[in-house]
């Protein structure tokens, strides 16, 4: 028998989503201003990948994730 729990073999997994506003400057010019929305998945063999992003926490400045595996 194996000792391996059943999530051994999965791996978080991170991507980065922009969210962007078109603005328009002083001068009448249009401009996009984007912010990054980092998201966090599972994914494990043979199952669909889990978002994990609201059970982690993100630090906005430097995009760092804690990790779900300590």
């Known amino acids: ?11 978080l997994a991170e991507i ?4 962007c506003d078109a603005e328009v400057t002083s001068e ?4 996009l201003r984007c912010w990054p929305i980092p998201r966090i998945f599972r994914i494990c063999p043979g ?11 993100v630090d906005a400045q430097t995009g760092k994730s804690s990790s779900l595996e300590s």
């Open 28 to 31: 009448g010019q249009p401009q």
């Open 16 to 19: 980065v989503q922009y969210s």
């Open 1 to 11: 028998m194996s000792d391996r729990g059943p999530h051994e073999k999965c791996r």
């Open 47 to 57: 199952r669909p990948a889990v978002e994990l992003t609201r059970f982690v926490d």
